[in-house]
């Protein structure tokens, strides 16, 4: 067993195995989980976030509370996510958006000589409400991918507003930069969330136990189940 996981893990730290699809990525997170292989576990959720959470997805081979941490997981990528895209809706600097005010197809003035109020061209501004909205009621149903998709949605949303020269010239100047920092903005907000302390440390404990041959009741009294949290 030690040297199955021991390959394991260097073959998941050289990335030799390609990634999983669909019920793929739910299934070799419920292999990791029973084997207690923790890095393994992380890397799985992380793969799952790329396909919908659906029980057909889940399959059978996943404790309920292991599918209860895999769904907090996603939950707070979609909550990290959203908070992302709000960041791009918001047009005030040094907010990346601020960029696009002063498109004359939406332009607003406080009074009628005052200054130029800040809002966001109508196509920028749809494309940025619906991922966020698609994310908050699709966080389980649709996979968390947006940042793959995003520059495409990007170039299909401008298409519609070819006839706006200031839009078309803030594109040519720093659209490029401006897709690639949603991209990186939205990417790292995925990654950043990590599963549950208390997640990886009853596996720490588990293994211990195993390794050990102790019952580890004093374990269970000191760190208790993710059953009974
Ligand atoms: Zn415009």
């Known amino acids: 067993m030690v040297s199955v996981r021991s390959f394991i893990h260097a073959e998941v730290s050289r990335g030799a195995f390609p990634a999983p699809s669909g019920a793929e990525a739910y299934s070799e997170y419920a292999i990791a989980s029973a084997e207690d292989l923790i890095p393994e576990m992380e890397s799985a959720a992380r793969q799952t976030l790329d396909h919908p959470l659906t029980f057909e997805m889940l399959g059978k081979g996943l404790e309920g509370w292991a599918m209860g941490e895999l769904a907090s997981f996603r939950r707070r990528c979609g909550d990290n996510l959203i908070a992302c895209l709000e960041s791009f809706l918001d047009v005030e600097p040094p907010g990346p958006s601020h960029i696009w005010v002063g498109c004359p197809y939406v332009s607003r003035r406080s009074t009628p000589t005052g200054p130029v109020v800040g809002v966001l061209p109508l196509w920028l501004q749809e494309l940025l409400s619906r991922s966020r909205d ?73 293994f211990a136990s195993r390794r050990y041959g102790d019952s580890s009741s004093h374990l269970s009294l000191a760190y208790p189940s993710p059953r009974n949290q």
């Not at 519609?160 to 720093?174: G, I, P, S």
């Not at 897709?179 to 907000?189: M, N, V």
């Not at 995925?190 to 302390?197: A, D, E, H, I, T």
């Open 134 to 206: 698609d994310l908050k009621l699709q966080v389980y149903k649709s996979p968390l991918d947006i940042h793959s998709r995003i520059r495409e949605e990007y170039a299909k949303s401008l298409q519609t507003h070819l006839d706006c020269k200031f839009c078309v010239a803030v594109h040519v100047k720093k659209g490029f930069a401006y897709c690639a920092e949603l991209e990186k903005r939205l990417e790292q907000a995925r990654n950043k969330v990590s599963l549950p302390f208390y997640f990886s440390r009853y596996h720490e404990l588990r």
